[in-house]
């Protein structure tokens, strides 16, 4: 049973920075991402990370403010998310794909969650 835990959650204002963690609980040849749910709506994609680093995905409403990476020796991704907006406000939670090798795109595609994170910015 893999088990991810994150960290890095708080209270900003609009336009700063913030860094989330994730530690995987074992090594995993796994695609990595992060997810978010904010109130009232569904949870969605926003980013991942293809196991050796090499592949990312982004959402749309994050490319370019947000920068995925994951340090294998450590066991651990990182979400760096910059210029953040009050509508980044969500539970970020950290995924690891139910596949090795495999893309993780989509809530279909997670075998793992993290406990979630609360991120919250305000305007």
């Known amino acids: 049973q893999v088990q991810l835990v994150e960290s890095g959650g708080g209270l900003v204002q609009a336009g700063d920075s913030l860094r989330l963690s994730c530690v995987v609980s074992?090594?995993?040849?796994?695609?990595l991402g992060w997810f978010r749910q904010a109130p009232g709506k569904e949870r969605e994609f926003i980013v991942s990370i293809n196991w050796s680093g090499s592949r990312t995905n982004y959402a749309d409403s994050v490319k370019g403010r947000f920068t995925i990476s994951r340090d294998n020796a450590k066991n651990t991704v990182y979400l760096q998310m910059n210029s953040l907006k009050f509508e980044d406000t969500a539970v970020y939670y950290c995924?690891?794909?139910?596949?090795?090798?495999?893309?993780?795109?989509?809530?279909?595609?997670?075998?793992?969650w993290g406990q979630g994170t609360q991120v919250t910015v305000s305007s």
């Open positions: 995924a690891a794909a139910r596949r090795p090798y495999y893309d993780l795109l989509s809530t279909t595609d997670v075998g793992y």
């Open positions: 074992a090594r995993t040849f796994s695609s």
